[in-house]
């Protein structure tokens, strides 16, 4: 069946530096790939999504890549902020899942000043 | 426009206690879904209503759990009764109709604690 392995937290990282946090995925079909962010006593948000191979999903200077070739979808961003601490969620949805998300496990990302 | 809500957004009740969680969709959204992340893992998928037609409810644990989702509307997801490992957050989530594999707008879930 479908689903997503993401790299185990917690990533703590100080700020300005460089944020990767690996996702692969295994599919039939051609999943839509997806970032969702969970900020602390928030709900989950999508950050960026690619539906196709080799888009390019950025937002809040975050992004990833669809990589067919290697099933993955990495996050990275430039330059972490104290506000970007928050709950990394990668996800796929695919028609052969009958479209619904199937999440990975979450990467805690910790960001000091 | 309004987003999901959901309601409660917590619940702390004793374990053979009944609970019912509400979800309100975005208006129009024919697709609703419910999730749930238990014990700090994975977000997992439990079911997929059409309107008020159930699509696919693979991921329900067990039939302690019964979703409803009545006029297609709003929906509900009764635990009864609850036991421990029923504790988690609740996300429900919602899509346009044949959407796809397009956005799901997920609501602030609802946090169940089962004593």
């Known amino acids: 069946g479908n689903s997503v392995t993401q790299m185990e937290g917690p990533v703590t990282l100080s700020e300005e530096a460089f944020l990767t946090i690996n996702c692969t995925y295994t599919a039939t079909g051609y999943p839509s790939l997806f970032w969702y962010v969970q900020y602390p006593g928030e709900g989950l948000q999508l950050l960026l999504k690619a539906t196709k191979a080799d888009d390019k999903g950025s937002n809040k200077g975050f992004e990833a890549t669809y990589r067919k070739e290697t099933t993955s979808f990495h996050l990275e961003k430039g330059s972490v902020q104290v506000s970007d601490s928050a709950v990394y969620f990668c996800?796929?949805?695919?028609?052969?899942?009958?479209?619904?998300?199937?999440f990975g496990a979450g990467t805690r990302l910790f960001v000091k000043a | 426009e309004a987003g999901v809500t959901q309601f409660p957004s917590h619940s702390v009740i004793e374990k053979g206690q009944t609970v019912t969680l509400r979800c309100d969709p975005i208006s129009g959204h024919d697709n609703l879904y419910w999730y749930r992340r238990v014990m700090g893992k994975e977000i997992k998928f439990l079911l997929h209503f059409v309107k008020e037609s159930k699509q696919d409810e693979s991921g329900m644990p067990n039939n302690r759990f019964l979703a409803e989702r009545t006029g297609g509307t709003y929906s509900t997801l009764k635990v009864q009764p609850a036991e421990l490992e029923d504790s988690g957050v609740y996300f429900c989530a919602s899509s346009l109709p044949g959407t796809g594999g397009n956005e799901q707008f997920f609501g602030p879930g609802t946090r169940l604690t089962v004593l």
């Open positions: 996800a796929l949805s695919a028609n052969t899942g009958g479209f619904k998300t199937i």
